[in-house]
């Protein structure tokens, strides 16, 4: 069996490692238990860079700087999506109408007001962490957004008839490796932020559930963007309960 960590980091990722030969759909599927494990190596990355902004900048310029770095290193992969999934649930009236719209690149005015609030939700979120010295629970934001994504293409079918990037994604979410990736980002959770981080993990995974539920009722069940707007909720999400009860 082939490792399969290169293909999540360089997906999630502007990091690029080595994959030798045509990566399979098989491939990029299992690739999805290596999820948390990327998230948690960037939660560590912004915790290392959190240490030394806030040694030369005061919290708002810091949490600025953390937050440009935050799209730099996903290549702003899951605000893409953010953006075609709320273009296509605020233009269309049926899921066909809707995955339609998704699928046009251009950004429309409801994708564009959701990234202006995610944006600035994250960064006043990302501001008050700084400010509250809680620089150990940035682990916790990409690490539990990543498992997001490994349970929900557990719980959704995949929407497009045709295919696409996402249904290989959905169908690389067996029960094995949802159990694996919940497992360590469970203890993650636990050793990074305690109760805290278990009470956050909780909450996402509701949250992860009611989304999919909600994606089943609009759009017949998730997308490749679906799977990005759902990352950039579960990061505000997790940001917005640190600062709320953090670690």
């Given at each position: 069996?082939?490792?399969?960590?290169?293909?999540?980091?360089?997906?999630?990722?502007?990091?690029?490692?080595?994959?030798?030969?045509?990566?399979?759909?098989?491939?990029?599927?299992?690739?999805?238990?290596?999820?948390?494990?990327?998230?948690?190596?960037?939660?560590?990355?912004?915790?290392?860079?959190?240490?030394?902004?806030?040694?030369?900048?005061?919290?708002?310029?810091?949490?600025?700087?953390?937050?440009?770095?935050?799209?730099?290193?996903?290549?702003?992969?899951?605000?893409?999506?953010?953006?075609?999934?709320?273009?296509?649930?605020?233009?269309?009236?049926?899921?066909?109408?809707?995955?339609?719209?998704?699928?046009?690149?251009?950004?429309?005015?409801?994708?564009?007001?959701?990234?202006?609030?995610?944006?600035?939700?994250?960064?006043?979120?990302?501001?008050?962490?700084?400010?509250?010295?809680?620089?150990?629970?940035?682990?916790?934001?990409?690490?539990?957004?990543?498992?997001?994504?490994?349970l929900l293409a557990g719980l959704a079918p995949y929407a497009r008839p045709g295919g696409?990037?996402?249904?290989?994604?959905?169908?690389?979410?067996?029960?094995?490796?949802?159990?694996?990736?919940?497992?360590?980002?469970?203890?993650?959770?636990?050793?990074?932020?305690?109760?805290?981080?278990?009470?956050?993990?909780?909450?996402?995974?509701?949250?992860?559930?009611?989304?999919?539920?909600?994606?089943?009722?609009?759009?017949?069940?998730?997308?490749?963007?679906?799977?990005?707007?759902?990352?950039?909720?579960?990061?505000?999400?997790?940001?917005?309960?640190?600062?709320?009860?953090?670690?």
């Amino acid at each position: 069996m082939k490792f399969t960590f290169p293909l999540a980091l360089t997906f999630l990722t502007v990091f690029p490692w080595p994959w030798s030969g045509e990566a399979s759909a098989e491939d990029l599927g299992r690739s999805l238990f290596w999820y948390p494990w990327v998230g948690a190596l960037l939660g560590l990355l912004y915790w290392g860079a959190g240490i030394l902004l806030v040694r030369f900048f005061l919290p708002p310029a810091a949490a600025a700087l953390l937050l440009l770095l935050t799209v730099l290193l996903t290549r702003g992969l899951h605000l893409d999506g953010l953006a075609d999934t709320v273009d296509g649930l605020g233009g269309g009236h049926t899921p066909e109408k809707r995955l339609a719209i998704m699928k046009d690149s251009r950004l429309g005015a409801f994708g564009g007001i959701s990234l202006v609030l995610v944006l600035l939700l994250k960064f006043a979120f990302l501001q008050a962490i700084l400010s509250l010295a809680l620089l150990p629970s940035l682990v916790l934001f990409p690490l539990i957004s990543r498992w997001g994504l490994v349970l929900l293409a557990g719980l959704a079918p995949y929407a497009r008839p045709g295919g696409g990037l996402g249904q290989a994604v959905t169908a690389g979410a067996t029960r094995p490796v949802i159990a694996g990736a919940t497992a360590f980002t469970l203890v993650v959770s636990f050793v990074v932020g305690r109760f805290s981080g278990l009470i956050i993990f909780g909450l996402a995974g509701l949250a992860v559930w009611g989304l999919s539920r909600f994606f089943r009722r609009t759009l017949g069940g998730v997308t490749g963007d679906v799977y990005g707007a759902v990352g950039e909720i579960l990061e505000t999400l997790v940001l917005g309960s640190i600062v709320l009860w953090g670690p």
